[in-house]
Structures are given as C-alpha cells and as structure tokens.
C-alpha cells in the first residue's frame, strides 16, 4: 500500500503568513492531486499535477511535484480566512487505475 | 452542472442496527467511489464502480458493508450490523473517465453508532 504523509498535521497561523505544507511519500505516484475541505462539505479539488518538477500556480496558492514523482508541497502567499480548511493530498498510483490514496490532511486556520 | 448528490445528510442509529446511504453522481459519470472518512483521516476507498461494475473492494468490509449501483447510476451503500467504529463520514464521489481522475465529491454523510 502507497502511503501519503502530510505535515504539518495543524497549522495555525495569522492572516497575511506565508506557509507551506508537505505531502511525502516513498513510493511514485502518475499523479498527485490537492483538495481543500471545509467542515460538513466533501473534498474540492485544488489542482492535479502530473509532471516530475511540475509547478502551477492558483492565484495565490502554489503547488509543486516532486522531481521523482514522490512529494509535493503547497505554499500560500499571504493567507486569508478564507483559505481556512483541510488540505488532502491524493495521489494516483498507477496510471489509468482511477483510484486515489489520500493523505491525512493539514488542518490549516487563519485567525483575522 | 449539478453535483454529487447524498442522503440523508446525518444519521444516528445503535450499534447492530441497519442503515443505508445514497448516492446520485453528476450525469455522464461512468466512475463512482464510496469513501469512509473516519474523523482526523483522509477519506479512505472502500468501493469503486464502473457504471455498474465493480472495479475494486478490496477495502470494503463484506461481512457487514455492502452496495450496488444498478442500471449504472446511482449507488446505495449499506452497512448491517453496524459497529460503533464505523462511526465516520461517508462519502460519494464521481469522476469521468479520460481525465486525470479528477474526483468530485457529495457532502457526505455523518454516521454516528452509539
């Protein structure tokens, strides 16, 4: 089984902070996804990145994949309340196998 | 475009007894997954279908959870007897086939076993 570990497990942090969380794995993924989850509602997906060394970028949130396809990071620049939630990362094990194993979460809040 | 649809929302029930989840997908979906999101955990793949197939339960409990998908559309998720540690979210999720597994999700719903 393809573990994910996240870190930090709880970030709590004041508005305007940068961070950064962390999705580590010892096994390759095809793909590696990241969702945000509010309380009461299901998982939404942030950005799927596919590619060794990939980075893209959603306003101020920043993703990068992991040169050999086993880690990824998302940095957010300046957080406000609204990026309150649990961030998931998931990755696809296998190409074409349409199935996830997702991580524990980093439960992140911004205090005004 | 409407969502991934669940029911009920909440439900509460004793220990050995029955409940049943449902599930209706964003139309077109072919891939439906049913995930136990147990509180502080990532949601974890019990079941996954094909339109109305099984592709993989290989984390499904089968001595007490089970579920269908009929005609390929929407899907029931049934757990009897229940143990108190089935206590959880459960989740629905869909996607279409050809892009990168891009999963969208119901609200879920909250079990609790007392």
């Known amino acids: 089984t393809q573990l994910l570990e996240q870190s930090p497990q709880f970030l709590s942090i004041q508005e305007g902070e940068n961070l950064t969380v962390y999705c580590n794995s010892s096994?390759?993924?095809?793909?590696l996804q990241w969702y945000r989850q509010e309380p009461g509602e299901g998982p939404v997906l942030l950005v799927t990145?596919?590619?060794?060394?990939e980075v893209k970028k959603l306003k101020r949130l920043t993703f990068q994949f992991g040169d050999a396809r086993k880690d990824s990071s998302l940095h957010i620049t300046a957080a406000q309340t609204g990026d309150t939630g649990l961030y998931l990362c998931?990755?696809?094990?296998?190409?074409?196998?349409?199935?996830?194993?997702f991580g524990k979460g980093t439960k992140l809040s911004v205090i005004p | 475009e409407a969502g991934v649809a669940q029911s009920p929302r909440y439900k509460i029930i004793e220990k050995r007894q029955s409940v049943a989840f449902w599930c209706n997908p964003i139309?077109?979906?072919?891939?439906l997954y049913w995930y136990q999101q147990i509180l502080g955990q990532g949601p974890k793949l019990l079941i996954q279908?094909?339109?109305?197939?099984?592709?993989?339960d290989s984390q499904l409990p089968k001595d007490r959870f089970s579920a269908e998908r009929l005609k390929g559309v929407d899907s029931t998720l049934k757990i009897q007897p229940a143990k108190l540690e089935d206590s959880a979210v459960y989740l629905c999720?869909?996607?279409?086939?050809?892009?990168?597994?891009?999963?969208?999700f119901g609200p879920g719903t909250r079990l609790t076993v007392l």
């Open positions: 999720a869909s996607s279409l086939r050809g892009t990168y597994n891009e999963q969208f």
């Open positions: 096994s390759v993924f095809s793909s």
């Open positions: 990145v596919v590619t060794g060394g």
């Open positions: 998931a990755g696809e094990p296998r190409a074409g196998s349409y199935q996830l194993t």
């Open positions: 139309s077109g979906h072919a891939t």
């Open positions: 279908f094909q339109n109305n197939g099984v592709v993989d």
